[in-house]
């Protein structure tokens, strides 16, 4: 489909909370050797699924800390 305006003019929506811990956390897994083995095409399935666990099990703080910067992305 085209666009009427380019995708750079679109405007961006602000990142929310898990976004960010996602963009930050993303490189980190797939640097660890475990994580070498998976296919390229379930890599995404199986980030999103540790993530999504990890994003669960943080302290309510931590999460705090993640939200402010979303803020800050508004």
């Known amino acids: 489909q085209s666009h009427s305006m380019p995708m750079q003019a679109l405007p961006r929506k602000p990142r929310s909370a898990y976004m960010i811990f996602c963009n930050k956390r993303r490189p980190e897994l797939a640097a660890m050797p475990e994580y070498s083995e998976v296919p ?10 540790v993530m999504s666990r990890e994003w669960r099990a943080l ?9 402010a910067q979303a803020q800050l992305d508004k």
């Open 40 to 49: 390229a095409k379930e890599k995404m399935a199986t980030f999103s699924r």
């Open 59 to 67: 302290s309510d703080e931590v999460k705090r800390e993640y939200n």
